[in-house]
């Protein structure tokens, strides 16, 4: 390990790094903690009043702004953001606050997220979330953290842009760092992409669990919800998961598919969504390991309503040579409509590759939630098709 690295939470840094063989599967270095360095500066840049009064944030950031909070020359490792914004989220949308980070002078940018989603918070709601690298803390959910290592050898920058149709009335933030005569050759750089889409259903339906039909195959993930899809070398560190089921029925029966430089078949290829993400048998409770968890889960009809998974590879990361695209069904053989989101994190070797584009603002609006009134609806329509008895239950077919 790096003599760059020991400053940091060792056990997050464990999965910035190409680690030796001794260090894989070790879940923590506490005794790294003890060493004394001589060649590293700690530095702060925050949203502090230099007036020295307790205005201690940035102000009426306008509709469209962007609002650079990080601007730093030289070479240095990130290891702490803080952030929190006035108004709350009912009033204003952190999926319309677009977070962007930038290393080493690239004009492009490595990070590029709904800032909402990148710290765990999805569909622009507000709840408690803890893992290692991410959390969001008191009050309400409203402060978010990071702890992931972010590198950088000859400079980096931190911007957001306001596209949520009204101004940010306070944005207070730290970004804690060090400060280091020189960037270790292996070290990688952290990069971070979300993505949403409206999956969508093949033409014989939603055939889940065979209940309105018979189910077909997927062997090669075609039609899969993409993750991330990323060309050079690296590691994968993570992914949250953000899913939104418009019936009652199971979401999760689509399996994770990994393709690792270049395979055309899937070289990890999993059993089903809550067993990529440890869980099993179709999980609806509120978990958390620092590694894994359900942050939220629906209290509504069966499956019906949305769910944030998380799943972080700190101590398994997955490597890549060339490429890396990671996918997942939605529902067996991408058989169900689902409004998914997702925010993947790796580390990636220089030189860096441009992101994907980001989904846009109207594409990744979240859907509405299906209540009482549309499922009294479909029932209706259900009646009409079975020749409208007056006692007709609900299970003839």
């Not at 997050?12 to 599967?25: D, I, K, R, T, Y």
């Not at 650079?68 to 030289?74: I, K």
């Not at 290592?149 to 933030?173: L, S, V």
């Not at 993750?227 to 070398?233: A, C, E, H, L, T």
Request: charged residues 20%; glycine residues 10%.
């Amino acid at each position: 390990m790096s003599k760059y690295l020991s400053v940091a939470l060792v056990v997050v840094l464990l999965a910035s790094q190409s680690p030796s063989p001794a260090a894989v599967g070790h879940g923590s270095d506490l005794f790294g903690l003890a060493r004394v360095q001589s060649d590293m500066r700690t530095r702060r840049v925050s949203s502090y009043d230099r007036s020295g009064g307790n205005n201690d944030r940035f102000e009426h950031i306008a509709d469209g702004q962007k609002r650079e909070l990080f601007n730093v020359q030289g070479a240095g490792i990130i290891n702490h953001i803080w952030i929190t914004i006035a108004p709350p989220p009912e009033q204003l949308n952190r999926n319309d606050i677009i977070l962007r980070m930038y290393w080493d002078g690239n004009e492009f940018p490595s990070v590029e997220s709904p800032i909402g989603p990148f710290f765990g918070q999805g569909w622009n709601e507000s709840y408690p979330f803890v893992s290692l690298p991410l959390a969001v803390g008191p009050v309400d959910g409203r402060a978010m953290v990071s702890y992931f290592a972010m590198p950088f050898a000859k400079g980096a920058r931190i911007e957001i842009e306001n596209q949520t149709g009204r101004e940010i009335d306070a944005f207070y933030y730290f970004v804690d760092y060090v400060e280091v005569d020189a960037l270790a050759d292996d070290m990688g750089r952290f990069c971070a992409w979300y993505n949403h889409e409206l999956t969508e259903a093949p033409p014989e339906g939603e055939t889940e669990w065979g209940v309105t039909g018979p189910q077909g195959n997927n062997p090669d993930g075609k039609d899969n919800y993409l993750i991330v899809d990323v060309k050079g070398k690296g590691h994968f560190v993570g992914v949250n998961y953000y899913m939104h089921c418009p019936t009652p029925m199971w979401y999760g029966e689509g399996d994770d598919m990994v393709f690792i430089d270049g395979d055309t078949r899937p070289t990890l290829h999993g059993t089903g969504t809550e067993d990529y993400f440890n869980g099993s048998w179709c999980p609806k409770t509120i978990y958390t390991h620092p590694y894994f968890g359900y942050a939220r889960v629906n209290d509504d009809i069966g499956w019906l309503g949305r769910t944030h998974a998380y799943r972080f590879h700190i101590s398994d990361p997955i490597y890549f040579n060339t490429s890396l695209r990671f996918t997942i069904e939605h529902g067996h053989d991408n058989n169900l409509t689902l409004d998914m989101a997702s925010v993947a994190y790796w580390y990636q070797a220089p030189p860096l590759q441009r992101l994907a584009p980001m989904p846009g603002k109207e594409s990744r609006q979240p859907k509405p939630y299906i209540g009482v009134s549309e499922i009294h609806r479909w029932r209706d329509e259900w009646r009409k098709n079975h020749g409208n008895g007056s006692q007709l239950w609900g299970n003839e077919k």
